[in-house]
C-alpha cells in the first residue's frame, strides 16, 4: 500500500512504467522528481512524447539551428522536421539529467497534431497509443492531468491514453500528474511524492534543457512565468501545505493522483484548479 507521503522506497521498484508526455517537456516540468525516483529504483522508464510538440519552436530557434548547420556546411530544408529535432533533442537532453537515454524516451507523433491545429482525435491516434501500451505491458502509467493549457492538447492525450487504456486488457495503475498548467490540491492528491533542495535542483536543470522554450516561447500561455518557476513555485508550495496539515518537514513535493484502471478509464477529464 502506497503511503500517502511516499519516499523512494514506497514507489514502485524493478517494474514497467509508461511517461505519457502531452509535449515534449510535460515529464520534467511536472514530474522530474518521480522521473529520477522510478528510474534510480530500477524500473524500466519509456517516456512517450505524444506530440512533437513543433508549434512551440519560435522563428528566431529556427534560424539559428539553421545558421549552425550553415555554418557546417551542412544543407537541410524541411523547417517541419527541423522543428521536431529541436524539440526531441531538448527532451532526450532533458532526462539525461536523470541518466536516462534515447532508449528511455518514444516519438508518438500523434496525428491529431502534427495535422496542423488541433484536429479530432481519431482511432489512428487511440491505436498508437494502445500498440505502446501492448509493447510494452507497463504496471503502472502516467498520464497528464493539467488540461487548462492553451489549446487543449494535455485533454486530447488525456482522452487518447483514456481510450486505448480502455481497449488494453491487463491490469495497470494510472498515476496522473499535473504541473505545468495547475496543480492538485492537498485534499485532491493520493500520493505526495517530497522533494529536497537537492532534487528540486536537478528538476530544474532539467526543465532548463528545454532552451527553446524558456524566455517567451510562442506557445506560453497566460502564465508570465518560466516553467522552471512554475514548477518551483508549485512543488515548494505544496511542501508548505503538506508541512502544514501533517506536521512533517517537507520542502517541497510533486502530487499524484492514483487509481487502478478501472477508474482511470471512466474519469471525466477534470480541468479544475486544485
Ligand atoms: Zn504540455
Request: charged residues 20%; hydrophobic residues 45%.
Amino acid at each position: 500500500m502506497l503511503q500517502r507521503l511516499a519516499t523512494p522506497a514506497d514507489l514502485p521498484r524493478g517494474e514497467r512504467v509508461i511517461v505519457f508526455s502531452p509535449h515534449p517537456d510535460d515529464d520534467v516540468i511536472s514530474m522530474g522528481g518521480m522521473l529520477q525516483a522510478l528510474f534510480n529504483n530500477g524500473n524500466t522508464v519509456m517516456v512517450a512524447y505524444m506530440t512533437t510538440g513543433e508549434r512551440g519552436v519560435s522563428a528566431a530557434d529556427i534560424e539559428r539551428h539553421q545558421l549552425f548547420l550553415q555554418t557546417l556546411g551542412l544543407a537541410y530544408d524541411d523547417v517541419s522536421e527541423m522543428k521536431i529535432a529541436i524539440r526531441w533533442s531538448e527532451a532526450l537532453s532533458a532526462i539525461m539529467v536523470y541518466g536516462m537515454l534515447a532508449e528511455n524516451a518514444r516519438q508518438l507523433r500523434l496525428p491529431f497534431y502534427t495535422l496542423g491545429g488541433n484536429a479530432p482525435l481519431t482511432d489512428a491516434d487511440v491505436a498508437i497509443v494502445y500498440a505502446l501500451l501492448d509493447e510494452v505491458q507497463p504496471h503502472h502509467i502516467f498520464v497528464a492531468a493539467d488540461l487548462q493549457d492553451p489549446h487543449g492538447t494535455h485533454e486530447q492525450c488525456f482522452l487518447a491514453v483514456q481510450q486505448a487504456a480502455a481497449r488494453y486488457a491487463p491490469p495497470l495503475t494510472a498515476w496522473l500528474y499535473r504541473g505545468a498548467w495547475q496543480e492538485w490540491g492537498i485534499d485532491e492528491a493520493d500520493v505526495f511524492l517530497p522533494l529536497r533542495p537537492a532534487d528540486l535542483e536537478m528538476k530544474i536543470l532539467a526543465i532548463k534543457r528545454h532552451r527553446g522554450q524558456m524566455h517567451a516561447p510562442p506557445v506560453a500561455g497566460n502564465d508570465p512565468r518560466e516553467f522552471y518557476e512554475r514548477a518551483h513555485a508549485r512543488n515548494l508550495e505544496t511542501g508548505q501545505r503538506l508541512s502544514a496539515t501533517t506536521g512533517a518537514d517537507v520542502y517541497a513535493a510533486e502530487a499524484f493522483v492514483v487509481m487502478d484502471k478501472t477508474a482511470f478509464v471512466t474519469t471525466p477529464p477534470n480541468k479544475e484548479t486544485g
